[in-house]
């Protein structure tokens, strides 16, 4: 887990509120991370259940109850599915 995985996380997590659902170019747009760097990131939190991808919705992500756990301090990144 990187500085950018938590920052992706938390932008998808919307502080709490209703999860927001993004394609990376709207990540990119809202964290201070290029957007090649988190396309990488957000394809490794899909691997490890983090984020789930929906290509039926033109690419978007959204963050998994997984990730709200990581996030919460309830799931170590030593966990993670690899």
Same mark, same amino acid.
Not at 20 to 27: D, G, K, M, Q, Y
Not at 40 to 69: F, H, S
């Given at each position: 887990?990187?500085?950018?995985?938590?920052?992706?996380?938390?932008?998808?997590?919307?502080?709490?509120?209703?999860?927001?659902?993004?394609?990376?170019?709207?990540?990119?747009?809202?964290? *201070?991370?290029?957007?090649?760097?988190?396309?990488?990131?957000?394809? &490794?939190?899909? $691997? #490890?259940? =983090?984020?789930?991808? %929906?290509?039926? *919705?033109?690419?978007?992500?959204?963050?998994?109850?997984?990730?709200? &756990?990581?996030? $919460? #301090?309830? =799931?170590?990144?030593? %966990?993670?599915?690899?």
């Amino acid at each position: 887990m990187t500085r950018a995985d938590d920052a992706i996380l938390e932008f998808l997590l919307n502080e709490g509120n209703r999860p927001l659902i993004a394609n990376p170019s709207t990540v990119e747009a809202n964290i *201070d991370y290029k957007i090649s760097h988190v396309r990488r990131r957000l394809r &490794a939190l899909q $691997e #490890g259940g =983090l984020v789930e991808y %929906d290509d039926k *919705d033109r690419g978007l992500y959204r963050i998994t109850d997984q990730g709200c &756990a990581y996030l $919460e #301090g309830k =799931l170590d990144a030593d %966990d993670l599915e690899k």
